[in-house]
């Protein structure tokens, strides 16, 4: 089978072209939005001692050699997250940041090994104001290209109307007919049990070794997330706190967390949290997630004990990580996130 012409070719440059001016035009009016609203844009280091802890995300190992030649083992990192909570306990206060960021196993219409993500931190702010920020930006992006509506495949949103807000519970019910919280403790514990039994119920397959975890994702995966984002955006909100390894527990409900996600086009665009700064917790979590990892890959990833000690002294805050080329791929109509990347990452050929 042949393979198709590389992204440098000048007539795949020229079909691509329209994207990534698009794409430029919507980077330059979020800088002149966060400028407007006294964040300061900074810039984060790519290699970390830890790429993150969460179990599902894989990273890019590598490592650094001293001038006596020893060896520091290093990660490209996930996110710019943990050098951005770093610089809240230095003392900034409103952050923006569009960081290359690196994801092992990941390629696909919507998935690039290397992307760019935008994200942006409020100290001594709600979450609820993120909310905010997301729907002005889906506007903000709409304005800049032109264009009244997202499409993706087949799936239409306004992006000038206000999004939906709804809970996970809420749409676990709506949408798969399941009550998800009956599944989930006071102390946020899960019962694997209840929630298979509910699925069976609901004609959903549940296999034997099965996790809770496993049984949440292929419920939203499945269920929800095709109905989300369909004619207006959606801001899935109140993920239950086992789902949510970063964000503080609601403060009406202990079950679930201050994490939301923003869809348009049943497209996953931003995953926002009110900070969790309690340092002991975190790092009860990160260790439960690398169990996890451990579990299912057969490896697992440092600790930051650095970001650990920062969170210490970090004030509350609330922050976000929007997927920005597949903003771009929103408001300028591509189809592919490879459209919207200058210089995209190689693949194998043989």
């Known amino acids: 089978m042949p393979h198709a012409s590389p992204w440098w070719t000048p007539d795949v440059h020229a079909d691509r072209r329209a994207f990534l ?55 490209l990192h996930t996110s710019p997250e943990f050098a951005c909570k770093k610089l809240l306990a230095a003392g900034e206060r409103r952050i923006a940041c569009f960081a290359h960021v690196y994801r092992n196993r990941e390629r696909g219409p919507l998935h690039h090994p290397e ?18 920020d997301s729907a002005e930006i889906l506007a903000l992006a709409a304005e800049t290209t032109g264009t009244r509506r997202f499409s993706h495949q087949g799936r239409e949103v306004d992006p000038f109307l206000a999004p939906e807000r709804l809970s996970v519970a809420d749409a676990f019910d709506r949408f798969a007919g399941i009550d998800l919280l009956a599944s989930i403790a006071k102390d946020g514990s899960t019962d694997r049990d209840t929630l298979a039994a509910a699925m069976h119920q609901a004609g959903l397959r549940v296999a034997g070794d099965d996790t809770w975890a496993d049984l949440f994702s292929r419920v939203l995966v499945e269920k929800v997330e095709p109905n989300l984002g369909l004619g207006r955006a959606t801001i899935l909100d109140e993920y239950p706190v086992a789902e949510a390894a970063l964000a503080r527990p609601a403060q009406g409900d202990r079950r679930v967390a201050e994490r939301f996600e923003l869809y348009a086009c049943g497209v996953e665009l931003a995953n926002a949290f009110g900070e969790l700064t309690d340092a002991g917790e975190q790092r009860r979590r ?65």
């Not at 407007?36 to 490592?63: K, M, Y």
């Not at 931190?121 to 709600?126: I, P, Q, T």
């Not at 929007?322 to 200058?342: K, P």
């Open 115 to 132: 992307f760019t993500m935008l994200e942006w931190y409020r100290a001594g702010e709600r979450y609820e104001t993120l909310m905010c």
């Open 21 to 75: 001016i698009g794409r430029n035009r919507i980077q330059q009016a979020l800088r002149r939005f966060f400028g407007e609203r006294d964040f300061i844009e900074v810039d984060t280091a790519t290699l970390q001692v830890s790429p993150g802890n969460e179990a599902h995300l894989h990273a890019f190992a590598t490592q650094a050699l001293g001038p006596d030649g020893a060896v520091q083992p290093l990660y």
């Open 286 to 350: 990160f260790e439960l997630e690398m169990a996890e990892k451990a579990r299912v890959y057969g490896e697992t990833y440092p600790l930051d004990e650095d970001f650990l000690a920062a969170l210490a002294v970090m004030p509350e805050a609330s922050g976000i990580a929007l997927g920005f080329d597949r903003l771009a791929m929103l408001a300028t109509g591509a189809s592919r996130i490879e459209q919207v990347l200058w210089a995209p990452v190689a693949e194998p050929r043989g």
